[in-house]
């Protein structure tokens, strides 16, 4: 496994009687493009604000780069870039005036040669002296990218960057994470409610819903076609799982409520394991394969509300 550039254990955040974070564990490695995936209200927006220590924590720890965002703040931001929300800017300026003011603010680089690179990478530099007011939705999200860059970041950390865009603007924001992953070397942290874009680009992803982590894990094991998702219910939940971590089934369990388990299996393992549990004296009340990543992301995001 590679250098873990942000590791998350125990991050809970909770607003008077709201709980909008509840122990929360999150491992990104260096070179992913992680989807943070989750319904609206699931708790992504308040993760990434504590990521970025725009606001503390009830409890848990966050490292980044392998050092306490709390202790080591401005150590760690220097290397970080971010989007959260919409990005705001001088509407009666231009993008390249934009990037300069800004630029100076945070201590980037403001070269002329570095401005016009950043405004080339997102498709900006013909519109570089253009007012920013008579720029699109999504020009004004690719000159927020570009002002996230400017300082040569090593993470990226980008909360829901398609948002109200349309196709082809989605397209190129797609294009230009998948770049700054693989060709720029950069770690992205790319928060959405959109599976379908997640998938198109993330090597890893998490789901979570109603601020916990469901599922955790690559994109290739989680879309594997050859695999099912399949949730068995089971009595004595808890039972079970203390079974389970003695057991070869360990490494199949990717994720449980206090109702069912949920494993990645192959067609002829699902029989296998029902008999495991039958023979360790549980009784299996349903089993139920699912056949797409999004049936389960529905299932996990619907079905824990009713």
Same mark, same amino acid.
């Given at each position: 496994?590679?250098?873990?550039?942000?590791?998350?254990?125990?991050?809970?955040?909770? $607003?008077?009687?709201?709980?909008?974070?509840?122990?929360?564990?999150l491992n990104v490695y260096r070179g992913d493009v992680f989807g943070f995936l989750g319904p609206n209200g699931a708790g992504k927006s308040t993760t990434i604000r504590m990521l970025l220590s725009l606001i503390k924590p009830t409890s848990g720890s966050i490292k980044i780069f392998?050092?306490?965002?709390?202790?080591?703040? /401005?150590?760690?931001?220097?290397?970080?870039?971010?989007?959260?929300?919409?990005?705001?800017?001088?509407?009666?300026?231009?993008?390249?005036?934009?990037? &300069? *003011?800004?630029?100076?603010?945070s201590g980037a680089d403001v070269s002329r040669k570095k401005?016009? /690179?950043?405004?080339?990478?997102?498709?900006?530099?013909?519109?570089?002296?253009?007012?920013?007011?008579?720029?699109?939705?999504?020009?004004?999200?690719?000159?927020?990218?570009? =002002?996230?860059?400017?300082?040569?970041?090593?993470?990226?950390?980008?909360?829901?960057?398609?948002?109200?865009?349309?196709?082809?603007?989605?397209?190129?924001?797609?294009?230009?994470i998948i770049y700054l992953s693989k060709i720029k070397n950069k770690t992205v942290f790319l928060s959405s409610h959109i599976l379908r874009e997640v998938e198109l680009i993330a090597t890893r992803m998490i789901i979570i819903n109603k601020g916990s982590a469901q599922v955790e894990g690559t994109v290739d094991d989680l879309l594997n076609i050859d695999k099912l998702t399949?949730? $068995? /219910?089971?009595?004595?939940?808890d039972n079970a799982k203390n079974i389970l971590r003695d057991s070869a089934w360990k490494e199949k369990l990717i994720s449980s409520t206090n109702r069912e388990l949920s494993f990645g299996l192959? =067609?002829?393992?699902?029989?296998?394991?029902?008999?495991? $549990?039958? &023979?360790?004296?549980?009784?299996?009340?349903? *089993?139920?394969?699912?056949?797409?990543?999004?049936?389960?992301?529905?299932?996990?995001?619907e079905g824990e509300g009713k």
């Open positions: 496994m590679s250098e873990q550039i942000i590791e998350v254990r125990g991050l809970t955040k909770k $607003f008077k009687n709201i709980t909008a974070v509840k122990d929360l564990d392998g050092k306490s965002i709390k202790e080591r703040r /401005e150590e760690i931001l220097s290397k970080v870039g971010a989007i959260v929300e919409k990005p705001d800017f001088y509407l009666y300026l231009s993008a390249y005036k934009n990037l &300069e *003011i800004l630029g100076k603010l401005i016009m /690179e950043m405004l080339e990478l997102v498709g900006l530099s013909k519109r570089a002296n253009s007012k920013v007011k008579t720029y699109s939705h999504g020009m004004k999200q690719r000159l927020g990218l570009a =002002q996230s860059l400017l300082h040569d970041p090593e993470l990226i950390i980008l909360d829901e960057p398609t948002t109200g865009l349309d196709p082809q603007g989605m397209k190129e924001i797609r294009e230009l399949v949730s $068995f /219910e089971v009595d004595n939940i192959v =067609q002829n393992e699902i029989p296998e394991l029902n008999k495991f $549990f039958v &023979e360790k004296g549980f009784s299996v009340s349903s *089993i139920i394969p699912v056949r797409s990543l999004e049936d389960f992301f529905l299932k996990i995001t």
